[in-house]
């Protein structure tokens, strides 16, 4: 991924009309930046993905979900309200990790260090340790919370695939660290 501007604006460059959505302000500015540098018009709001989305019923359709599932505590909701606005025969491209990165010690990387699924809200050392280092608070969800919600949200499932994340020991073992599926609406 670019460092700034993420994946609207690429998208905004290939020629799609693009809404990003974000809860902070940081991010949608290094969006807004890009956009600008590069003169390409995209849509920025700011709201919080776990609360009901600012959009009407089958708004979009296509929704590209980044690795965003560590950032929330629970996935559900955010699968039925993706469900809500996209339309009919709309497409769901959704990248997950699976948590495997986190059980790995990172200063070891190759011995199991930590238990998933993981809430940093009901392990006050993990949530401490998560905000010195400034990566967030961040949580692990299995399979079910994942890719079983979106099914229960009402998705026809169509594609699911792995990767690693490109370097480090469970890279050169060739362990999957993220999923992405690919998801429609009937």
Aim: proline share 6%; aromatic share 8%; glycine share 8%.
């Amino acid at each position: 991924m670019p460092p700034e501007g993420q994946q609207g604006p690429v998208f905004a460059a290939l020629g799609a009309d693009i809404t990003v959505l974000d809860m902070t302000p940081a991010q949608l500015e290094k969006d807004h930046a890009v956009a600008k540098r590069e003169s390409i018009r995209i849509n920025l709001v700011q709201a919080d993905m776990t609360e009901k989305l600012p959009f009407e019923d089958g708004f979009f359709d296509r929704i590209f979900h980044p690795v965003a599932n560590v950032y929330v505590e629970h996935m559900s909701g955010i699968w039925k309200e993706c469900f809500r606005v996209l339309k009919r025969g709309g497409r769901l491209l959704s990248g997950l990790d699976n948590g495997i990165n986190f059980i790995v010690d990172k200063e070891n990387g190759s011995h199991i260090a930590h238990p998933l699924p993981h809430n940093p809200l009901k392990d006050l050392q993990m949530l401490e340790k998560e905000l010195k280092d400034k990566e967030g608070v961040q949580f692990r969800h299995g399979v079910d919370e994942n890719i079983h919600a979106q099914i229960d949200a009402g998705f026809i499932l169509k594609g699911i695939y792995e990767d690693t994340n490109g370097e480090g020991f469970l890279h050169d073992m060739n362990i999957p660290t993220f999923h992405a599926t690919f998801a429609e609406t009937p």
